[in-house]
Structures are given as C-alpha cells and as structure tokens.
C-alpha cells in the first residue's frame, strides 16, 4: 500500500512541477565576431532585476538556467575584466502558445565592446573555434538567429540553408539542434548536433543537447555516452550530471545513477530539489533503501522555490503523509 501511495505522490508531484522544470533558458554568449565566448558569467534576474542565479559559459559559449516558473526575467552578462560593454536582455517566460505548455527559450547574447576600451585592453575571456564562413552562409545564420525567438520554423529554414552551403558551419549546426529540440524535430536535432560534435569535440553544449535528443528518441545507451563526454568536458555541470542519472536508471545501472546524482547534488550544494527528486526515487523504487528516500524527500520540499511552496500547498502535504508512511513502513520492519 505504501509503495502505490508513493507511486501516486511521484505521479501527482511530477504532474504538478513539470512546467517549472521544463521551463528554461539557454543560449550561446557570442563576441563581436560572432564567436562562442567561454569562460564568462551570465546572470538570472527576477522581475525585480534581483539575482537568481549565475551560469559559467561552457567552452562552446554555452549557458542554461532550467526549473523555472513562468515569468518576466532578465539576463546579464558580467564584463567585468574585459573590454566587453555590460549588456541586459528581458525575457517573458511562460508562453502559452509553447508547445506541451513547456517554454524554452533560446537566448543567443551578442556582446559588444566597450567603446571606452580599446579591444584586448583588458583581457577577454577565452573564445574559441572560430572558422572562416562563406558570406553567403554567415547571412543565412544572421537571418536566422533574428528570427529564431518570434519565428523558429522560418529559422529553421534558414539555418538549414546556410548548412547546405557550409555543411560544417558549426554556430549554425547548433543552431539548428536547438531549433529542431525547440519545435520536437528529434531526430533532425539528434542529427545536427552529432554533426557539430563531429566539427568540434570540444562542444559540451552539443554533447549536452544531443543526450537530450537521444533520451527523447529512447535511445538511452547513445544518450549516456554523450552524456558521459559532456561530463568529460564540464565536470561542473548540475544539468548534465542530473540528466546522466536519469538516463541511467532507464538502463537500470543503479549504482551509477547513485554515483552521478550524488555528483550532482555536491556540484549544487545540497540545493537542488530535481536532484533530490531523483535520488528519492532511485532509493526507494530501485535500490529499496527508504531511509535515504525519507532524507531526500525532505530534501525535495526544503529545495523548493518559495514560488513552489506558495503554488503547491496541497501537494506538499501530500508529500508530508508520503514521508510519515514511509518512516512508519520502516518502523513497522525493524
């Protein structure tokens, strides 16, 4: 009875919380040359211009903010140190046109610099792989960039002519995965970004999106492999360890998914209520070890946004007798 109960609760929870979840912003932080910037801070504001938090741009200029409530929301790219001009960028988050009712947001950032400064005046973060682009492509991308917010099938139509052009141009593969996850064209993104990791071994981001698009198309081996190399690239990444875990408990290599869930709840300081979700089901469901469900799904509720807390007051009392009748089941066995 118990082990339906908490069945029905895990139903119910991730019913209620997979919007926020899904909701998310990513993006591509790109010099004046229109080459990926690594190495850089950008900032999640509320609507209040109050900080959420900061990502780091992966070594593809690739950045993520995930599990967020619909709302208006700012980005801010930190310059400090560089001979960039500081640039801030509002985001209505949460549109119900979105498809599932799900909204992801491609926010590409194109940095300026400061006309104050002289370029390399103070040093720029890292950029890397540039390539030398046919005009003709480079204004098929532009174009598409310009309309991949207000207009993704026509960006996508686009992108899709710059790489018949230049069939290694990579700012426009990732591109085009992107595009293609955003209007669940899978297989098409699955193909665009196993291209772009062709082009550059390097891309974490592309790793990344393309264990996404695998994980959607059930192809959960090829989605742990490129997961693993995205964890390869950037063994910082919360999103990337979660998602690993995921992906393994569908192979049912348990003892993996614990490993790289732990992973990912050091890397996000015991603050990560997705990751303690997770782990609350892998170590009641698979590894039967209640006692540490009973710690993470604690874990869970106090992780939550206050914005959660307020939006799901029946739901965590929910919660609450799910977490009693677990520690009663233990009891009742010892």
């Given at each position: ?20 979840a899904?909701?998310?912003i990513?993006?591509?932080?790109f ?8 190495d ?35 980005l ?34 194109f ?30 991308f ?6 991949s917010?207000k207009?993704p099938?026509?960006?996508l ?12 141009y ?8 992107d595009l ?37 198309l ?20 919360i ?23 732990l ?36 874990g ?8 959660e ?14 977490i009693?009748?677990?520690?009663n ?6």
């Open positions: 009875m118990v082990r339906r109960s908490f069945a029905l609760a895990g139903a119910i929870f991730i019913l209620v919380f997979s919007a926020a899904q909701n998310s990513s993006g591509i932080v010099d004046p040359q229109t080459r990926p910037v690594n850089i801070d950008v900032e999640l504001l509320d609507s209040f211009e109050r900080l959420i938090g900061t990502r780091k741009t992966s070594g593809s200029g690739f950045y993520t903010f995930q599990r967020l409530n619909a709302g208006i929301y700012y801010k790219v930190r310059v400090a140190g560089t001979n960039f001009r500081e640039t801030k960028q509002r985001i209505d988050l949460g549109d119900l046109n979105a498809i599932g009712g799900v909204d992801q947001k491609q926010i590409d950032i940095l300026e610099y400061d006309p104050r400064l002289r370029p390399g005046e103070k040093g720029v973060p890292g950029v890397v792989f540039a390539q030398e682009v046919p005009e003709s492509a480079k204004a098929y532009e174009t598409a960039s310009a309309f917010e207009n099938e026509r960006a139509e686009e992108v899709s002519k710059a790489v018949d052009i230049f069939p290694e990579f700012l426009a593969l990732e591109l085009l995965g293609s996850l955003k209007t669940q064209k899978i297989e098409q993104a699955e193909a665009a970004f196993l291209r772009a990791t062709n082009v550059n071994p390097r891309c974490f981001g592309c790793f990344f999106n393309l264990g996404i698009a695998r994980n959607k059930n192809k959960h081996q090829l989605a742990a492999e490129s997961l693993e190399k995205a964890n390869a690239l950037d063994s910082g990444s999103n990337s360890h979660l998602l690993l875990g995921i992906v393994y408990r569908k192979l049912k290599r348990f003892s993996d998914a614990e490993a790289v869930l992973r990912a709840k050091e890397l996000g300081k015991d603050d990560e209520a997705d990751v303690n979700w997770q782990l609350a089901e892998l170590y009641y469901f698979d590894l039967k070890q209640p006692k540490k469900a009973i710690v993470e799904l604690e869970f509720l106090g992780n939550l946004t206050n914005q807390k307020r939006d799901n007051r029946k739901r965590i009392e929910t919660i609450r007798r799910l009693r009748k677990i520690e089941e233990v009891d009742g066995g010892s």
